[in-house]
């Protein structure tokens, strides 16, 4: 592991100026960081320790929703957020074990790399690790890579199951950075890879994620998070739906269905919510969601069978929620 020097502000604004060094990088629970930087994928040569700033509280607002900071534990469940936002909790039980959910943060969630083997493989080409090197995972193996928002410069997914969740909850991501606050709502904080794929991120240079914030929305309570790995142990998804329901009088009038392990980011599917917006929740609702979240997929040889997995973890995912 290369020598770095460590950091350890003791205020939001005493980060921010430690994080406008080029080569810095934060780390707080590290159970990511570690790994890239013992195995030569990352480098840096400044740490910014932040797990001193008091960013891990849940505050409930006055208005309604809550705020979360960025280190609080990924073992969040409390009954007051299993309550109001089911799929959240879901969620961050299926990504790792107790003790790993101790450790890891949200906003250290949010920002892990991909599991792509080439990225973390330092003698394979990888646009993300080096731009302009290329994506062996094009002429490779690509069958856990993305069938959704993909381009000739990366096919990597993006691992995060509490992101999926969030997606599903019109969540807002908080950041501070050398330009003041920012709110960056969910949708816009990953990136699709285009051309520039080591740029996953909306965060702008020696900017900090000090919060989440879910908003009171009515479809948050009756939400489902279901994961699809290859095995029963924990892992990565191959597929994950997070779904979320506002039903009046047996109508769906507000639906949100959120994929996991499909995308470079959390993708969010939206011709399925159409699909079943203004429907009942039967048979016929939930086929026609799950056919539509389908809709663009452009599978690789190798990962063809995620097209049909989507279909039935969506059908699944929604039948379970209209059971609960």
Same mark, same amino acid.
């Given at each position: 592991?290369?020598?770095?020097?460590?950091?350890? #502000?003791?205020?939001?604004?005493?980060?921010?100026?430690?994080?406008?060094? #080029?080569?810095?990088?934060?780390?707080?629970?590290?159970?990511?960081?570690?790994?890239?930087?013992?195995?030569?994928?990352?480098? #840096?040569?400044?740490?910014?320790?932040?797990?001193?700033?008091?960013?891990?509280?849940?505050?409930?607002?006055?208005?309604?929703?809550?705020?979360?900071?960025?280190?609080?534990?990924?073992?969040?469940?409390?009954?007051?957020?299993?309550?109001?936002?089911?799929?959240?909790?879901?969620?961050?039980?299926?990504?790792?074990?107790?003790?790993?959910?101790?450790?890891?943060?949200?906003?250290?969630?949010?920002?892990?790399?991909?599991?792509?083997?080439?990225?973390?493989?330092?003698?394979?080409?990888?646009?993300?690790?080096? #731009?302009?090197?290329?994506?062996?995972?094009?002429?490779?193996?690509?069958?856990?890579?993305?069938?959704?928002?993909?381009?000739?410069?990366?096919?990597?997914?993006?691992?995060?199951?509490?992101?999926?969740?969030?997606?599903?909850?019109? &969540?807002?991501?908080?950041?501070?950075?050398?330009?003041?606050?920012?709110?960056?709502?969910?949708?816009?904080?990953?990136?699709?890879?285009?051309?520039?794929?080591?740029?996953?991120?909306?965060?702008?240079?020696?900017?900090?994620?000090?919060?989440?914030?879910?908003?009171?929305?009515?479809?948050?309570?009756?939400?489902?998070?279901?994961?699809?790995?290859?095995? &029963?142990?924990?892992?990565?998804?191959?597929?994950?739906?997070?779904?979320?329901?506002?039903?009046?009088?047996?109508?769906?009038?507000?639906?949100?269905?959120?994929?996991?392990?499909?995308?470079?980011?959390?993708?969010?599917?939206?011709?399925?919510?159409?699909?079943?917006?203004?429907?009942?929740?039967?048979?016929?609702?939930?086929? &026609?969601?799950?056919?539509? &979240?389908?809709?663009?997929?452009?599978?690789?040889?190798?990962?063809?069978?995620?097209?049909?997995?989507?279909?039935?973890?969506?059908?699944?995912?929604?039948?379970?929620?209209?059971?609960?």
């Amino acid at each position: 592991m290369r020598t770095f020097h460590l950091d350890r #502000p003791e205020s939001i604004p005493a980060a921010v100026r430690a994080l406008r060094d #080029p080569d810095a990088q934060v780390i707080a629970g590290g159970t990511d960081l570690i790994t890239l930087m013992r195995d030569g994928v990352r480098t #840096p040569s400044r740490l910014v320790d932040v797990s001193g700033l008091g960013l891990d509280r849940v505050d409930w607002l006055p208005g309604g929703g809550v705020r979360i900071g960025a280190l609080h534990p990924n073992s969040a469940d409390d009954p007051r957020l299993r309550a109001e936002y089911p799929v959240l909790v879901e969620a961050l039980r299926s990504g790792a074990s107790p003790q790993i959910r101790n450790m890891a943060s949200f906003g250290g969630n949010l920002l892990q790399q991909t599991r792509c083997t080439y990225y973390r493989l330092p003698e394979f080409p990888c646009n993300r690790r080096n #731009p302009g090197s290329g994506c062996a995972s094009i002429d490779g193996d690509s069958s856990k890579q993305a069938i959704f928002g993909t381009s000739g410069s990366c096919v990597a997914v993006h691992p995060s199951d509490l992101a999926v969740a969030l997606q599903a909850l019109d &969540a807002v991501v908080l950041v501070a950075g050398p330009d003041g606050d920012r709110r960056i709502p969910i949708d816009e904080f990953h990136r699709l890879p285009g051309d520039t794929p080591h740029r996953d991120s909306a965060l702008r240079p020696g900017e900090l994620v000090v919060a989440v914030e879910l908003p009171a929305v009515p479809f948050a309570r009756r939400s489902h998070y279901l994961k699809f790995r290859d095995r &029963a142990s924990f892992a990565f998804a191959l597929v994950s739906a997070a779904v979320a329901v506002d039903q009046r009088d047996g109508v769906v009038r507000t639906a949100r269905i959120a994929l996991g392990g499909v995308a470079p980011k959390p993708w969010r599917a939206t011709h399925a919510e159409q699909a079943l917006t203004g429907r009942r929740l039967d048979s016929a609702g939930i086929d &026609a969601a799950a056919e539509a &979240a389908v809709l663009g997929a452009a599978p690789r040889p190798d990962n063809h069978y995620k097209v049909q997995l989507v279909r039935r973890v969506v059908r699944r995912a929604l039948n379970e929620l209209g059971e609960s």
